[in-house]
């Protein structure tokens, strides 16, 4: 009996949809995202795919997957119910103080995302927990009470809870959980105990205020989706991805949406860990343009690189630190607005310019022909040749290349171009845009970009990489089957997992090594019960340990990995090794005369690796003869001959300018690079070398 698992991704602009049988066979198909009501467009999408499979939902009997933009959403558009928040007395401003940061000395303008939760809407209780994790004062229940009859009288639907000190003793944040089960029932409540028990006040409070205030959005949502997904016949609970690149049931992640913010994007740095050990190839840079944002993401010794802290909502020209932080674990990317949606424009000085709006689905590039009227990325792609308006998801969807040449020549004329060179111009920018993020991320952790390979995909990647890649001094890019809906595809391929940390503040030199023993021993079985609820079996579960340690008096932590499991033995000096090596990669120094203190533990909790793979291998034969149609680069007209990627064969090297056409995606490569056909079905572009 074959096995068939689905996986549905909702991004900004498209919706993925991959059915993947236990043969290999793949059937995928994407539709424009419904923003009104996004399970309109899951659903559309799960429809087309089984109809190409020829199956109903009773076969879909492997997993179901979900990677969604719900969350996101919900924080952007701020249109969420009205959510409390309960503070210790003294402290009723954390979150429009924040960290006292400004992340632009010099610019007298510089904004921040309003807090999520206003001051009308925000409680003190009179309580105290010490920094080491001591109850000094107790709040009274009737104060609990009288502000849970508030919120209930007020149509509060969800409170986040922050108290001090909580991430060291969250008995106060509980009792205040249990008087509201009490008297507001109706309510849900979110502790900072346990949504992010972490040192730092105002990250703790960001998160949980997040957490609390989408909630109320994602459970009826993902009670919809089951519900849903079982009045059509389907048996299988739906997963969800999570920031951290793993899954997890359903029910779980409705209580923490928090987790769920870059579910889609991890996605695809996962599916880049699975290409880069298909490849042998341990470092390479991870791609993903999409119709919204574009996403980069450095891969190294097969894994991506995971980070403790990240934001959403960045107001002021996307920079960091006007947004709102969120201290959970998270793959750690770059994301930026600039998609096949991106607006372009011209700012004050004359300077052609794109995003970071984006026309989305709706009303899209005016060549969507939905209404749109500002020209953007794939208008210009259209108006250069690169894609053909006739052969867009395979025909499916016609392309209006009048309306998009009209649009990027009026957008041309004010600053004297012509409609190809303002086309080229936005080509150009949109790409620079992608390759200086690159740069800056990389640079940020120490790592030399330079020469890397760069795996592309996403429905724009493809399109607009090989350029990437020549900025980026990268020599070589890989196209992997099924590129356009790759994200969707690497939920099929991720693990079940999540990451839980906990601070316990400590010289490295003085640790207890029981107290270390029952913080992470708790850990582990949180995890172990949340992979359960996702239908794994004990012995299916694996861990992996690591710590966050600094030089006694800086702010900042390092995060490595334990050799050890700190449940059985503790190894201070092999982490002080660890750590020393890590500083020296990061900042070229290490301070001998310093002690080390540990800030957090972590510990993640992972199924097996799922044996899935697409059967995408290559095919032998003859080459096939190319179609031709000119396309626009760097202002003058180039013929340039144009493949469909089911008839390329294996071996044979094309030299660019080459465009290679699939239904979901259309790959363009550059004069001076030449692409072939791998033996795993991936195309292979390399630069030539220069003489």
């Known amino acids: 009996m074959t096995r068939y698992s689905l996986a549905i991704d909702i991004g900004g602009t498209f919706t993925d949809a991959v059915l993947l049988a236990d043969d290999g066979r793949t059937f995928v198909d994407k539709t424009l995202t419904t923003h009104g009501n996004l399970l309109d467009g899951f659903f559309r999408g799960v429809g087309l795919v089984m109809d190409r499979a020829g199956i109903g939902p009773v076969d879909v009997n492997d997993v179901l997957v979900h990677a969604t933009t719900v969350v996101t959403n919900a924080l952007i558009e701020r249109k969420g119910p009205p959510v409390g928040l309960i ?38 209780v009179d309580e105290r927990v010490l920094a080491d994790g001591t109850v000094s004062r107790i709040p009274a229940e009737a104060e609990i009470a009288a502000i849970a009859r508030t919120c209930r009288d007020r149509g509060i639907q969800s409170v986040a809870v922050s108290l001090l000190n909580a991430y060291r003793n969250g008995e106060n944040e509980a009792r205040i959980a249990e008087v509201f089960a009490r008297e507001a029932p109706e309510i849900f409540v979110s502790l900072s105990s346990e949504i992010a028990p972490q040192m ?5 409070t960001s998160t949980v205020a997040i957490n609390a205030y989408t909630v109320p959005i994602t459970r009826p949502y993902l009670d919809a989706l089951i519900a849903e997904l079982d009045r059509r016949g389907f048996a299988q609970q739906p997963l969800i991805m999570l920031s951290n690149g793993g899954v997890i049931g359903a029910g779980k992640a409705g209580t923490l949406p928090v987790r769920m913010i870059e579910s889609g994007p991890a996605a695809g740095a996962l599916v880049a860990c699975y290409f880069s050990r298909m490849f042998d190839m341990p470092d390479l840079i991870s791609f993903d343009m999409g119709g919204t944002t574009a996403k980069a993401c450095l891969i190294q010794n097969h894994e991506p690189l995971v980070t403790g802290t990240f934001e959403v909502d960045r107001r002021y020209r996307f920079k960091p630190g006007s947004g709102m932080p969120i201290t959970v674990p998270s793959i750690d990317m770059i994301e930026i607005g600039a998609g096949g949606g991106s607006i372009a424009w011209v700012d004050e000085l004359g300077l052609l310019r794109t995003g970071p709006e984006s026309a989305g689905s709706i009303p899209g590039p005016v060549c969507y022909g939905r209404g749109g009227t500002e020209p953007c990325v794939t208008d210009a792609d259209v108006v250069l040749g690169i894609l053909d308006p006739d052969r867009f998801l395979g025909g499916d969807m016609k392309l209006d290349a009048e309306g998009a040449r009209a649009a990027v020549g009026a957008l041309g004329a004010r600053i004297g171009l012509t409609p190809e060179e303002t086309a080229w111009g936005i080509y150009e920018v949109v790409c620079e845009q992608m390759a200086g993020a690159a740069r800056t991320h990389a640079t940020d952790r120490g790592v030399d970009y330079r020469g890397l390979p760069m795996l592309a995909f996403g429905g724009a990647g493809p399109v607009h990489a090989c350029l990437v890649a020549d900025l980026i001094e990268s020599r070589q890019v890989i196209y992997p089957p099924l590129a356009s809906v790759l994200s969707a595809f690497g939920t099929l391929v991720t693990p079940a997992q999540i990451d839980l940390v906990r601070s316990q503040l400590a010289p490295l030199a003085a640790l207890d090594p029981a107290a270390v023993a029952a913080l992470v021993g708790q850990m582990g079985e949180e995890g172990a019960a949340a992979l359960g609820e996702a239908g794994l079996a004990p012995a299916d579960i694996g861990f992996v340990f690591g710590a966050d340690l600094r030089y006694q008096g800086q702010q900042s932590e390092l995060r490595i990995e334990l050799p050890f499991d700190p449940r059985a033995a503790l190894d201070p000096e092999a982490m002080r090794r660890i750590f020393e090596t890590e500083y020296v990669a990061q900042y070229g120094l290490k301070l001998d005369d310093m002690g080390i203190e540990v800030v957090n533990w972590h510990v993640t909790a992972r199924g097996r690796l799922p044996e899935r793979s697409a059967a995408t291998a290559a095919r032998g034969g003859s080459a096939p003869l190319p179609r031709s149609r000119t396309v626009h680069f760097r202002g003058r007209p180039m013929e340039t001959a144009v493949y469909a990627r089911a008839e390329l064969v294996e071996g044979a090297a094309i030299t660019g300018p080459v465009i290679v056409e699939e239904r979901e995606t259309t790959i363009f490569v550059l004069p001076g690079w030449t692409v072939r056909l791998h033996p795993n079905g991936s195309l292979v572009a390399d630069k030539m070398m220069e003489h």
């Open 87 to 124: 503070l210790t007395k003294g402290f009723s401003d954390i979150l429009y103080i924040r960290d006292e940061h400004r992340y632009d000395m010099y610019d007298p303008q510089i904004e921040f995302a309003e807090p999520l939760i206003p001051r009308e809407r925000t409680w003190v």
């Open 200 to 204: 730092r006040e105002y990250l703790r």
